[in-house]
């Protein structure tokens, strides 16, 4: 099994795995839950 996913901040550069404690999770009424970015509270991020 591949761990080598990350999810990365566009913000500020922060990454951690997608499924790493360390992302918070915002609701976003038209889009459902969003990643947010514990170093800078963005929720500007993505997987590659
Ligand atoms: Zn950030």
Redesign the pocket.
């Known amino acids: 099994m591949s761990v080598d996913t990350r999810h990365r ?6 990454e951690a795995s997608p499924d790493d404690d360390a992302w918070g999770t915002i609701q976003h009424p038209p889009l459902g839950a969003l990643t947010q ?6 929720t ?2 993505m997987t590659r």
């Open positions: 901040c566009l913000q500020c550069g922060f970015c514990p170093e800078c509270g963005s500007d991020t």
